[in-house]
């Protein structure tokens, strides 16, 4: 079965550079969530869309901003990079709003340097 | 807001013996509540989710998990653990009408054999 795909798995960034992390949900699945986990830490959420409008907001820094498209791909960009930013991202996507538990993607590890 | 709660950032299990991996959660609605396995260096995978039917979940790889709304629990057990049990889970809760997940800290699994 196809599952939520990421892209890159792996990412290097410098100090103030920029990253663009892209996300593939299910077919169908039109909910896109966003989560950040730090090195030893629990996942937290960033940002979640439904049908292309921003549907939550969590722990996102300003400097981080994502939108869903028209196929229902996401995209979440980053700017300014700092050393902290360095984690897993994970996407997930779920066909309704009603809270059923989501399928999560294998995740973008970000190492900024 | 919801939150859970894990004990024991550390849980080591001998192989053939119990599982069993404690979540208190809290929150102001009743609550979805769900636990994930994540293996080194890959995404989430979810082993089971209560979502207000029966209170006795089964997962996969043998794990279930029982629904104590008196206790405001969401403990996780597996009869005889394996050596293929051994990763980081998460247990998670999420508010109805409100689709993020909060995570709980983990609980690492060591199995001993």
């Known amino acids: 079965a196809a599952g939520v795909i990421q892209s890159p798995r792996h990412l290097i960034k410098e100090k103030r550079e920029t990253a663009t992390l892209k996300c593939y949900p299910i077919p169908r699945h039109d909910t896109v969530y966003w989560y950040q986990q730090g090195p030893g830490q629990d996942p937290q959420f960033l940002i979640s869309?439904?049908?292309?409008?921003?549907?939550d907001k969590g722990s996102i820094p300003d400097r981080f901003s994502a939108q869903q498209f028209s196929d229902y791909h996401s995209e979440l960009n980053m700017s300014s990079l700092e050393l902290g930013d360095s984690a897993l991202y994970f996407c997930?996507?779920?066909?309704?709003?009603?809270?059923?538990?989501?399928?999560f993607g294998s995740g973008t590890r970000l190492t900024v340097v | 807001a919801q939150s859970v709660t894990q004990l024991g950032s550390h849980v080591s299990v001998s192989e053939g013996a119990l599982v069993l991996l404690r979540c208190n959660y809290s929150?102001?609605?009743?609550?979805?509540l769900f636990w994930y396995v994540q293996y080194p260096n890959q995404g989430l995978q979810l082993l089971l989710k209560y979502t207000s039917a029966a209170t006795l979940v089964k997962g996969i790889n043998g794990f279930e998990a029982e629904f104590k709304k008196s206790e405001t629990s969401f403990h996780l057990t597996k009869p005889s653990a394996h050596m293929s049990d051994a990763a980081e889970y998460f247990c998670a809760v999420s508010e109805r009408g409100n689709n993020r997940l909060a995570f709980g800290k983990g609980n690492q699994v060591v199995v001993i054999p």
């Open positions: 869309f439904y049908e292309k409008m921003q549907s």
């Open positions: 997930a996507s779920s066909e309704t709003t009603g809270g059923y538990g989501y399928t």
């Open positions: 929150s102001s609605v009743p609550p979805y």
